[in-house]
């Protein structure tokens, strides 16, 4: 299994260049262009979701993101020290465009969506 490791601080400034980085060693490392922009979707949604929501201090932090890649697999995690998200307390992910909380449930939606599980 390899493994690949990539960091940013909280500024959606460098989601960008994170995903631009990732695709290039991804690709370099065999995997199909299909599932790196799936992922970078997914994957920008969720930093977007930890950037908005994670740090009320407003302070400069590291996010981690690790990929391990095998065969059959393709494993992301996510680090960071943010405040803690419990899905439990999340809003419907059907939401409307109408409705005031669409792009809460957006990145927690397209995330288990394209995962088809989040842990």
Not at 63 to 88: A, K, M, W
Not at 95 to 109: I, L, W
Request: charged share 25%.
């Amino acid at each position: 299994m390899e493994e690949y490791n990539f960091s940013l601080t909280n500024n959606a400034a460098a989601i960008e260049p994170l995903q631009k980085e990732l695709q290039t060693t991804l690709q370099a490392g065999g995997l199909r262009l299909h599932f790196i922009s799936a992922l970078n979707v997914a994957l920008g949604e969720w930093l977007e979701n930890i950037i908005q929501y994670a740090y009320p201090d407003g302070g400069t932090h590291r996010i981690e993101v690790q990929c391990r890649v095998s065969e059959l697999d393709l494993i992301v995690r996510v680090t960071d020290d943010g405040r803690e998200f419990d899905p439990s307390h999340f809003p419907d992910t059907s939401a409307r465009a109408s409705d005031e909380n669409v792009f809460a449930a957006r990145g927690f939606c397209a995330a288990t969506t394209t995962s088809g599980r989040v842990r």
